[in-house]
């Protein structure tokens, strides 16, 4: 196995995260990645798409696990840095 490869597991989410989120660089329909822990909302690692930003947070969708309302703090931007400098 190469160096710096993470081998994946059975259950575990696979999301790399390139980069925190900006509030003035997200657009709507811009792809985010949730990484909140939060009893009742959407799964770490959940991927959605920007429906509308607010001055507290984004309006993002889910998919099956609905739109939800997600502070800047809790978003990241897919990308393939596991380990490395984004």
């Known amino acids: 196995m ?3 490869v993470q081998m994946g ?3 575990l ?17 811009e792809e985010v990645v949730y990484l909140g822990k939060v009893p009742g ?6 991927v959605g798409r920007v ?3 607010t001055a507290k947070g984004v309006w993002v969708h889910f998919g099956t696990a609905g739109c939800w309302l997600v ?4 978003l990241g931007v897919p990308g393939a ?3 490395g400098s984004p």
């Not at 989410?13 to 329909?29: E, H, I, M, N, S």
């Not at 909302?41 to 959940?46: E, F, K, M, T, V």
């Open 13 to 29: 989410v696979g999301v790399g995260v390139g980069r925190v989120v900006r509030p003035a660089a997200l657009g709507v329909g």
């Open 71 to 74: 502070p800047y703090y809790f």
């Open 41 to 46: 909302g959407p799964r770490w690692g959940a």
């Open 51 to 53: 429906r509308r930003p």
């Open 2 to 4: 190469p160096e710096g």
């Open 9 to 11: 597991l059975p259950g």
């Open 81 to 83: 840095s596991q380990g």
